[in-house]
């Protein structure tokens, strides 16, 4: 049975770029939410998808922008980099829309330099 | 501010000591959720705790969850190195919400 995977692993990119991250949710879960783990945090919510609709969002700017596909696979996209978005970025998925019982992937590092 | 407030931030034991770190908020919560991050690694879910004042154990680990549902607590018994990593509750109520995590550390 596939958990939550993620790629890529590790990035790094410069200040004003984009970057797409990707998240395949562990088999028989309908639901993703992405995370935000900045080193010595907690993972800090973004937002979810469900039904392919974005159903709830943290406070972060509309930089921060999501989509999630008929397979229930998601990406995640920043736009114009800055140097604080440098982090661990988790992807964790349950099935429906209540948050309860969620299974974390490994996360992408994203360092933006 | 963190929603959820752990206590204590760093704890270095020797094998084979008990421990108990907290979580505690404000705010009420539906439910909570003990997780263990190892670096380089994702949370892996330890336990969820619905009910106010429920128990519930998982070998050498205890969780409390607290009467009004606001705060909780994981005892650990005879730690062990292999209980090394940070320790993060998460409180959900539309969304999750986790606290800063406790490192803990284990020494043989």
């Known amino acids: 049975d596939a958990g939550v995977t993620q790629s890529p692993t590790h990035l790094i990119k410069t200040r004003g770029q984009q970057v797409t991250l990707r998240c395949s949710p562990k088999?028989?879960?309908?639901?993703v939410s992405w995370y935000q783990q900045a080193l010595g945090q907690g993972p800090q919510f973004i937002f979810q998808?469900?039904?392919?609709?974005?159903?709830q969002r943290g406070n972060f700017p509309d930089r921060f922008s999501g989509h999630q596909f008929p397979n229930y696979s998601s990406e995640l996209n920043v736009n114009a980099l800055l140097l604080g978005d440098s982090a661990l970025y988790l992807c964790?998925?349950?099935?429906?829309?209540?948050?309860?019982?969620?299974?974390f992937g490994p996360g992408t590092r994203l360092t933006v330099t | 501010t963190q929603l959820l407030e752990q206590s204590p931030q760093f704890l270095s034991i020797q094998e084979g000591e008990n421990l108990t770190v907290y979580c505690n908020s404000s705010?009420?919560?539906?439910?909570l959720q003990w997780y263990r991050q190892e670096p380089g690694e994702g949370p892996v879910l330890l336990v969820t705790?619905?009910?106010?004042?429920e128990v519930k154990k998982l070998k050498r680990l205890t969780f409390q969850f607290g009467d009004a549902r606001k705060d909780s607590s994981l005892h650990i018994t005879a730690a062990q190195p292999g209980d090394t990593g940070l320790y993060l509750c998460?409180?959900?109520?539309?969304?999750?919400?986790f606290g800063a995590g406790t490192r803990l550390t284990v020494k043989p």
């Open positions: 998808y469900y039904e392919e609709e974005e159903r």
């Open positions: 705790v619905v009910t106010g004042g």
């Open positions: 088999s028989g879960h309908d639901t």
């Open positions: 998460a409180g959900e109520r539309n969304d999750m919400r």
């Open positions: 705010s009420v919560f539906s439910s």
């Open positions: 964790a998925s349950n099935s429906g829309p209540n948050p309860y019982e969620q299974y």
